[in-house]
């Protein structure tokens, strides 16, 4: 059974910083391209950076480049989001994605808000 497990979201104060974190059991994500999506009330989720089965950023959204990070630790078999100079815009709920040849659509975790306020 695949699951992705988000954590790291919260409240931040415009120019701060965090980390999401995406921990998969039932994928190996050394072998598949993970993706970070993001959505915001009546709206459709955006792909946010997209990370290659050989580690290597695949793609971001214009919005977050220069500011996000996609990365993994493999041993952890984690993907990870870390965001700087966090923006207002960036407020939403943040999904992990993983491909299957198997269930369409692919797999998704339960998401994590991220609030960004003064």
């Known amino acids: 059974q695949v699951r992705l497990v988000e954590s790291g979201g919260g409240l931040v104060q415009p120019g701060g910083s965090l980390t999401l974190s995406c921990a998969a059991s039932?994928?190996?994500?050394?072998?598949?391209?993970m993706t970070w999506y993001r959505q915001t009330p009546g709206n459709q989720r955006e792909l946010v950076a997209e990370?290659?089965?050989?580690?290597?950023?695949?793609n971001y959204a214009d919005s977050v480049k220069g500011r996000f990070t996609i990365s993994r630790d493999v041993a952890k078999n984690t993907v990870s989001l870390q965001m700087n100079n966090l923006k207002p815009e960036d407020a939403a709920v943040y999904y992990c994605?993983?491909?299957?040849?198997?269930?369409?659509?692919?797999?998704w975790g339960q998401g994590t808000q991220v609030t960004v306020s003064s």
């Open positions: 990370l290659s089965a050989d580690g290597n950023p695949l």
């Open positions: 994605h993983a491909p299957s040849l198997i269930t369409p659509g692919g797999y």
């Open positions: 039932g994928v190996i994500v050394r072998l598949r391209t």
